[in-house]
Structure formats: C-alpha cells, structure tokens
C-alpha cells in the first residue's frame, strides 16, 4: 500500500513562530535527543588518487527494504560519523557529484569504523551526462563561512537570490549586510566596483547556474583591501571538460508590473584556450508605494503633520554583456582577459506625491501634489587583464593584474509642485529643472607573491588604486530651491597599498596572521563651495586569527581585525537630488574614513553546530542620517561620520539533511546594537540609538522525485528589530517558496519562484527622539511569482569558468538607496 502524504497551509502567525530562537532551537535539538544512543558508524571517503572527498553524501540504509535511516556529509578531511544507531544489518551508501555511488553492507554490533571508502569517477561522456542535484551544504573554514550551492535546489535562481539565502547575510533596499555591516562584494577574488543598486542589477542577471558557493568571510586576511570589515566572495563553477556548451534561459515575474529577462551563455574549452560570452536583457517595469510622515515642531511643542502618498514608477531596459578569455600557455603560464559591459540607455523615473498637512487639531489645512519626471542614460565599462606565473618547483607563484572601469551616468530631471489650500482649491504651481552628469574613471594595479617557507605559507602584494571622478548639475525653471545652485564638482583619490601575510598549521593548531598599510591621498574641488576637501593619511591593517582542532568533532578560534571604511564618491558630491522641493538627498563634501575593529570567538561541534560570538566596534562611521528642519518645513538625507557605533552578537549556524530528502539549515543572530551621533536639528545634541534584536534564517531543500530531477525550497526570514542610520524597524518577515523540474534528460529546467508569500517584508521605518518625528513605509514590489525556463545544448556537462569583475572602487561610485 502507498504512504499518503498530506499538505496543509501554514499561517503567518505560525511561521513566525518557527523563527523565534527557542522554537528554532526546540526544532534543532529535539530530534537528536530522542533518539538512544546506541552504536555509531564511522570512516573516510576518498577518491581513486587517494585524497579526501568532502561533501559525499553517505546514508545509512536498512538492509532489508532499502528503507533510509539516517545520513550525513563527509567534512573537509573526508571523515564521516552517524551516531545513535540501533544494532543491526544495514547498507552504507556514499554518492557524490561526478562519482560512482558505492554501496557496501555492515552489520552494526557495536561502535564501527569502516575504514576507508574509495569511490571511482563516472566515466565522462561528450554528448551529455546526467548530473543529480544535491543539497546545498555548509562549513566552516577559519574565518570564512563556505555555502556550496553548486548543482543544488538554489541553482534556478539568480546569483542576487542565492546572496539573500546565504547564511548571516541581510539585504536591505538594495544594501548587502553580514553580521548588521555592510559587506565588500567580490566574485572569484576579484573586487565589485559597483555602487549598491547596480550591484543588485548585475547579480540579479547573473545566472545562479554558475555559482560553485558563496564564501561569507567575516575575517579577511591581509591580501583583501582594507576597505570593508567583512567579505561575500562569489565562486563560480569551473572548467573540467573539453568541448563546447551553452544555454538559453528566460524568465517571467509578475508583480504589480510584469517583468522579463532573457540570456544565453556560451564556453568553448581546448588544451590552450577556456573561452566564456553571456548575454542579458531584462526590460522592466517597478512599482514602488511610500506612505510617510512627519510630524513637525515649533521648538519642543508639536505643531502640524505631513502626511505624503508616493508612488513611483521605473522603466528599464538593461544590457549586460561579459566576455572571459584564459589563455593556458604552458604549465607555469596563465594570461586572462575579462570584461563587464553594462548599458542602461533611456531609464524613465515617474514620482507622484501628494502631501496633506494637517494643524495640531488634526483639521486639514493645505495640500500640495508634486510630479517629478527622470530621464537617465547609465553605461559601466569594466575590463581586467591577469597574468600568473608558476615559480620554481616548490609551489610558489607571482600574479600579477590590472582593472579599468568607466562608469557614466546621465540625468535630468523635472519638478513641478502645485499648491492647494484646505478647501483642495489651487493657488500656484512651482517649477524646476536639473541636469546633472557623472563620469568616473577607475585604474587598479596589484601584484602578489606566493611562497612556501619550510611548513610556512607567505604571501606579499602591493597595489594601487586611482579615481578621477567629475561631476556637474545645473538648475532652471520658474522657482530655485533654497541653496541649490549650479555646481561643478573634481573628485581624485589615490591609494597605494602592501600586505604581507603568513599561514602556518601544525600538529593541531593553524595560524594566519598579516598586516597591510594604506597611503591614501584625496583631492576635491566644488566650484558653488570654493573648496574642497583635501585628505592625506597613513593606516596600519593588522589581521590575525587562530584556530585550534580538539578532536574530530571540537574546533574552536578567535579571530581579531583592523579595517577602514572610506566614504563614496557620490557621498562626497554636494549636489543636491530632490525628490521634490521639500524632501532632498545631498552630499556631503567634509566626510572623512571610518575605523572598524573586531573581535570574534568561534566554536565549531562536529563539522555542522557552528557558534559564533563577536564585538565590533566603529569610530567615525559613515551613516545616512533624515532629518527634518522644523523651521523650514523640510526633510533632508546625507551622509555624516557619527560619533561612534558598536555591537556585539552571538551567532548560531547549523545544518543538517533531516532525511534523505530533506536537507534543513539554520542560522540565528541575537545581538545588541548603538550609535551615536550629533542631532543637528536638536540643538547639535548627540543622541545614542540603541536596541537588542533577533535575526533568524531557516532554509529547507526538499528532493520530490526518485531521480531527484523535482525540487523544492522553502526559505524563511525574521528580523525583530534593527536600527539602520537614524531609523528603527520592527518584526519583518518573508516567506519564499521555489519548485524547480528537470526535463529531457536534465537538458532542461523549468522553476517557479514565489517571493515575500505574505507580502510581510514590508514595514514601518520611523525616527522618533527629541524633536524629531517622521517615517515611512516603504513598498517596493517584494511579493512575485517568477516562472523561468533554461535549455542547455552541445556538451552540457562542461563547468564554466564564468566570473565577474568587480572592483572596490566601483563599488563605491554612488550612494545606496534608503532602506
């Protein structure tokens, strides 16, 4: 007789209960701790060339029905233990991607080992070979958290959504965050020059088919820019094969608008040439709803309130190409050759506000609409040549590299405000018209020496960075905001750099330690101001972590580290960007670098219960601070270097495949978080900003089908509270859902997406303290359902060598947008 299996349809209420850490940590524990422990199974798995496999999936099967009983994932060094195991006869089965599946019969008396299991590669077939999709695995190396993803549930989805899986990591607007900071995006080592909204377009473009894993590394050694605490380093697959393949893929989301996407990606592989082109096209369609308000004051005494509908509407058509060509010239000789191109040509901008204005009495006292029309021209450029260098017969080796980025951005902009008394009678209309224009040219240069010293690994690297940035707005119409003129801005920053870095392991410990110093010299000119900003500083970057294996199963490390946080480009620009006459974003040319430190004590419990406790402390830290000008009436954003921050928080990942067809990951933050900084709106009071808040993650991989070729997913997300500049959120919730079906022999996959189920994300920022009082409820199109469909043709079962080039500087080109 066949099992049935019934469904219901959880609530709200209850998934957010599943998130609360004592729900979670009831879920986690429970089911190990029933079970009696018994005997236990344990052993290695290596491959044909004697080396350790890691991720081999090894299940305990009972003899009889070949019924699954339990199951696990070989660690870094291929070993393996399945604990609380009754006695009895049973079939070990160990499979692994690109392996033959081994089975082998024991009969468990009394606690085994097994020794070793060698597993034989699959023979290679140029016509196309069935590849099984796993489930994603986690582990944890020294500093960095490795998130494998390759061939799993989350390969359907786009590189963007893979991120906002990724354990300890928070994406918020179009900010990426890990551990409440923000990150240094880089994909294969290679540094993202992008601002955050167009980081967030490429990625969502960027097929997750061709990330191997997400490296989340929370304590960058020295040969990482000192810039940005923490590092998300994107992975992507690699060549194995000779031949050719390639893929068409498209998508459909629907939202309020519809959205499309469209691609094809290309490798060719010889002994001498790996080859890669993809192409992207993704029109779209974006929908945004603000309600805010503020609540103004005639010196410590409420007076009116602004209460202000926005709707937003976005057009865009977005061409991306990248191109790799790596040239193996022999065995000691590499040559690489990347570019990035991206084209936003024609993006349209439509803001419709209506503000009422309400007196103290809550009585209706005037209105005005505003109508604000963008047009915008974006193009990114980005190239990148890369030579390496086998060096003697030891191992070491010399790379060197080089980066250019053009980045240009076009706008002009129309504002016309209509004003209306309390009966909704007009009175006059105001006008006025901007055209701005940014270009910003980017050069990097590094090189890097690798060595073996006796048991000792050295690294040295120096390297350099320019910027020329140039900027210009200009103003018209019939009304001229108040201190907005036209403007001419320069903007040059140069930096050089050298590291040193060392790692040494022995008996059972491992130690990596380095320093890096930084000259940075800066350079800006306002023609409105008559001045500029000139910088020149020395930093020292010290990094150290040390780690200690106490057993199999007990690792524990602490893990200290300096860095910098320089302010961006745009954020230095004076310019002033209105969304209308009273509500503006403008620059701020005084800003100067922020300094980080932070401390970390990690323990790790057989290879998948990872905690983690950490302090991080910032001084000066750049912020985007809103405040309202009570006199005039008015809201304003910029970024300001804040008296000082710091948080600390302790952390809990954990993993495990709950059944053979059921793979479940964990990770769950409770922290404590403060700033502080100068209200200069209050008097130039400084007020502190505290909270305590709970951010928790809980992904489930289901395999629906024997051949495993139907997968699903189930993603949730909570947040209780959190403070991001000035402003506090509360309780916010996401649920995803994600089915993907591998068709014709696994040439094809068709995927269905569904985002944001209960459309929770969503929720109320505000900034209440002294005389400040205003917020907002931001409601971007967070719930979607995407249908795509990917075909793969010629020899499909090639790994790319797919990457991108990002840059640091790039990065950091233009403000993020708000939360």
Do not use: C
């Not at 040439?273 to 103004?296: C, M, Q, V, W």
């Not at 990951?665 to 900084?677: D, I, L």
């Not at 699903?712 to 506090?728: C, H, K, P, Q, V």
Request: charged letters at 20%; aromatic letters at 16%.
């Amino acid at each position: 007789m066949r099992k049935k299996f019934y469904f219901y349809h959880p609530s709200p209420s209850f998934l957010l209960m599943l998130l609360k850490p004592t729900t979670l940590f009831t879920m986690l524990f429970l089911g190990v701790f029933l079970h009696a422990q018994e005997v236990s199974v344990k052993g290695k798995v290596f491959d044909a060339d004697d080396a350790p496999l890691s991720f081999v999936n090894v299940i305990l099967l009972k003899a009889s029905d070949s019924t699954a009983i339990t199951g696990t994932s070989t660690q870094e060094q291929g070993i393996f233990q399945l604990n609380n195991v009754k006695k009895g006869e049973y079939l070990l089965q160990a499979t692994h991607i690109g392996y033959k599946t081994s089975y082998q019969t024991i009969n468990l008396v009394e606690d085994t080992d097994i020794g070793t299991i060698f597993l034989s590669p699959e023979a290679e077939n140029l016509e196309g070979v069935t590849v099984a999709y796993q489930q994603p695995t986690i582990e944890k190396k020294g500093g960095r958290l490795v998130f494998q993803v390759e061939n799993t549930t989350l390969s359907s989805l786009s590189t963007y959504e893979i991120l906002q899986r990724t354990p300890g990591v928070i994406t918020t607007g179009n900010r990426i965050l890990v551990k409440n900071a923000k990150t240094t995006v880089y994909i294969n080592d290679k540094r993202v020059y992008l601002e955050d909204s167009e980081l967030q377009n490429l990625l969502q473009n960027f097929s997750g088919s061709n990330i191997a894993s997400i490296e989340v590394i929370t304590n960058p050694s020295a040969k990482y820019d000192a810039e940005g605490g923490s590092v998300l380093n994107i992975v992507t697959s690699k060549t194995i094969s000779i031949g050719y393949k390639g893929s068409v893929n498209g998508k459909y989301t629907q939202a309020v608008f519809p959205k499309y996407a469209f691609g094809t990606d290309h490798y060719y592989k010889n002994d001498v040439l790996n080859i890669y082109a993809g192409y992207t096209f993704s029109p779209r369609k974006e929908y945004k709803r603000d309600d805010s308000y503020i609540h103004f004051f005639d010196g410590t005494t409420p007076s009116n309130r602004w209460e202000t509908d926005m709707r937003k509407i976005t057009r865009s058509k977005a061409y991306n190409f990248n191109t790799i060509w790596d040239f193996t010239i022999d065995e000691k000789n590499e040559l690489s050759f990347t570019s990035n191109l991206s084209f936003n040509p024609n993006q349209t901008i439509d803001n419709k506000f209506r503000t009422d204005v309400f007196d103290q009495n809550g009585t209706i006292d005037s209105a005005f609409v505003s109508q604000g029309d963008m047009d915008i021209d974006n193009v990114n450029l980005a190239f990148n040549a890369s030579y390496k260098r086998a060096v003697g017969e030891n191992g070491a080796s010399l790379k060197a590299e080089s980066n250019y980025v053009y980045f240009s951005n076009e706008q002009q902009q129309n504002i016309s405000t209509d004003y209306y008394n309390n009966t909704d009678e007009f009175q006059y209309n105001n006008t006025f018209n901007t055209d701005a224009d940014q270009k910003n040219n980017i050069f990097t240069a590094q090189a890097d020496y690798n060595t073996p010293w006796g048991d000792t690994d050295v690294a040295f690297g120096v390297k350099y960075s320019g910027i020329e940035s140039h900027s210009t707005i200009l103003f018209d119409g019939t009304f001229n905001p108040e201190q907005s003129e036209n403007d001419d801005f320069e903007y040059n920053e140069n930096i050089w750099a050298v590291y040193a870095d060392m790692s040494k392991s022995w008996e059972k410990w491992t130690l990596q330690t380095g320093l890096r110093g930084e000259q940075t010299d800066v350079r800006s000119h306002s023609l409105a101001l008559g001045q500029g900003n000139n910088q020149g500083y020395f930093e020292l970057f010290p990094t150290v972590s040390l780690h200690n294996t106490l057993s199999d199963k007990h690792q524990w490390g602490i893990n200290y580290k300096r860095a910098i946080a320089r302010p961006r480009y745009q954020s230095l620009n004076p310019f002033r960007y209105y969304l209308n006459e009273k509500n503006y974003f403008s620059g701020n040319p005084y800003l100067g670098p922020a300094i980080e430190n932070k401390f970390t004590l990690d323990y790790t419990y057989n290879g998948n219960y990872i905690f983690e406790i950490y302090y991080q402390h910032f001084s000066d830290e750049l912020i985007k601070l809103t405040f309202q000008d009570n006199e005039a009436q008015a809201i304003y954003n910029s970024t300001y270097n804040i008296t000082e921050s710091f948080q600390y928080s302790i952390d809990f990942i954990h993993y495990r495949s709950v059944t053979p067809w059921w793979f479940l990951s964990t990770y769950m933050s409770g922290f404590f978080y403060e700033n502080s900084f100068t209200a200069i709106e209050s008097g130039n009071a400084l007020q502190t900003l505290n909270t305590y808040g709970y951010f928790g993650q809980l992904y489930n991989a289901f395999t629906l089908s024997k051949d495993r070729t139907f997968t699903a997913d189930l993603y949730l997300e909570y947040l209780s509270s959190f403070i991001a500049g000035n402003y506090m959120l509360k309780n916010r919730f996401k649920a995803n859902i994600g089915l993907k079906k591998s068709l014709w022999n696994k040439r094809a996959e068709l995927s269905l997406n569904i985002a944001d189920v209960f459309n929770s994300f969503n929720v109320l920022i505000d900034s209440r303290y002294l005389n400040q009082d205003h917020g907002y409820t931001a409601m971007p199109e967070s719930r979607s359902i995407t249908l795509g469909f990917r075909y793969k043709f010629g020899n499909y079962r090639l790994e790319d060598n797919e990457r991108d080039i990002e840059l640091d500087e790039q990065e950091r080109l233009e403000e993020e947008d708000e939360i």
